[in-house]
């Protein structure tokens, strides 16, 4: 088990950057915990009862829900109350010491407490501004509430169940939109930080979720629409056929994926079939195995169900075939390769619970991203922030009081 982790200096690439971090939810927490695990300063405002995720699932202390967890390390967290003229003057004093304003707050209400970008830049003119829209701002969905359920829909994305394999369309069992379109905010952050560096001028970054998620859906998903006019369908043969699965083994389940001429002659041979690969011309090219790869992944499964999950991983990793155990989620967490790596790592909190930590998954060999802090209690470091922005003790404890009491 990992003890607390202590406030040290990071190693991180982006160690020296300071971000103030007006978002909620997933989306921006999760973009802004991967650049606190890079080692940038992260400061969480949040007001009232806090962000909702603090409240989703179960939670071992106040607050400390279990999504709240996942996305909220390496942060410190203070309470403030914006309706208040004390919380938006330490807002302000924030801006002034931060190269980021992170944001996923809707941009009417950012501008009616001051806080658009035009605001920000009088107070430090080379901010890098970031704003977690849900839809570009020059379309007609401008302004417009946005969810991963609403994005998953609009994307296309959620259509790919039905074009799969014909029943209505679904939405992934996983907050996918809200992720991926993190990422791409944690990069633009990233990205706008290396300009400044290099003009010396902040900027505006828009980071839209619709179009984040529908550049992701459509990287293989647009197909034959690639072309004007279209050369066939949209959504990408191979990975949208009903026949792509975890294949049933006598035993259990198991990812099996030839690739070259080689393999798949191979995988058949060894499954007992060598006649698909060497008398069938639907599978004896690349481009006829793409246009044929449903039935041939039908095939797949019929060989795939003569063998143990055992038998099958021994055989093809002899043979250089890739092939993988189809895990439960729950066989994950003991996973043998992410436990040895220390990716998946036990953790004491200082609230007074363990819990389950993923180690930031990219390695730096020169400046290596770490876990500094354990996700922060509500309002845990209000007091301390405040001091470093220059108002007294007491007046940091009574803006600290009154944000507490505060309904948000």
């Avoid at 501008?111 to 830049?121: F, H």
């Avoid at 828009?206 to 197909?223: C, G, K, Q, R, W």
């Avoid at 036990?346 to 998954?361: M, T, V």
């Amino acid at each position: 088990m990992t003890t607390p982790s202590s406030s040290r200096e990071s190693t991180g690439p982006l160690a020296g950057v300071k971000i103030l971090d007006l978002s909620t939810v997933v989306l921006g927490p999760y973009a802004t915990q991967l650049m606190g695990d890079m080692g940038a300063d992260v400061i969480k405002v949040e007001n009232g009862t806090g962000d909702i995720m603090r409240h989703a699932g179960p939670s071992p202390a106040p607050g400390m829900g279990a999504i709240y967890m996942g996305c909220n390390r390496n942060k410190r967290a203070i309470l403030l109350d914006l309706k208040n003229p004390d919380g938006i003057e330490a807002i302000k004093r924030l801006v002034k010491q931060c190269d980021v304003f992170f944001t996923n707050v809707r941009m009417d209400g950012l501008k009616r407490l001051g806080l658009g970008y035009e605001d920000l830049k009088k107070i430090r003119e080379d901010i890098v501004y970031v704003h977690c829209a849900g839809y570009g701002a020059d379309g007609p969905y401008a302004g417009k509430p946005a969810y991963d359920d609403l994005i998953q829909a609009g994307s296309g994305i959620a259509d790919l169940f039905h074009v799969r394999d014909g029943g209505p369309p679904r939405y992934m069992p996983a907050l996918m939109a809200d992720k991926v379109s993190g990422l791409h905010a944690a990069y633009a952050t990233i990205a706008g930080l290396f300009a400044r560096s290099q003009t010396k001028q902040g900027q505006f970054i828009e980071a839209p979720m619709l179009e984040s998620f529908t550049a992701f859906n459509l990287v293989e998903n647009l197909y034959g629409h690639t072309f004007q006019p279209p050369m066939a369908q949209m959504a990408y043969t191979r990975s949208s056929s009903i026949n792509r699965m975890p294949y049933p083994t006598k035993d259990g389940y198991i990812g099996i994926m030839p690739y070259s001429d080689k393999q798949w002659v191979t995988f058949f041979e060894l499954g007992g079939r060598p006649e698909v690969m060497t008398t069938d011309p639907r599978f004896s090219t690349y481009n006829a195995r793409t246009a044929n790869i449903g039935a041939l992944y039908q095939l797949v499964g019929e060989v795939a169900a003569t063998k143990t999950t055992d038998e099958w991983l021994a055989l093809l990793g002899k043979a250089d075939i890739p092939c993988a155990r189809c895990a439960t989620l729950q066989e994950v967490l003991e996973d043998p390769h992410l436990r040895a790596t220390g990716f998946i790592h036990e953790r004491q909190h200082p609230a007074g619970f363990s819990y389950l930590a993923l180690q930031h998954p990219v390695n730096f060999t020169g400046t290596p991203a770490d876990i500094r802090r354990e996700p922060p209690l509500l309002g845990e470091h209000t007091v301390e922030v405040l001091l470093e922005l220059g108002f007294t003790q007491a007046d940091a404890e009574r803006i600290a009081t009154d944000a507490a009491k505060a309904k948000g």
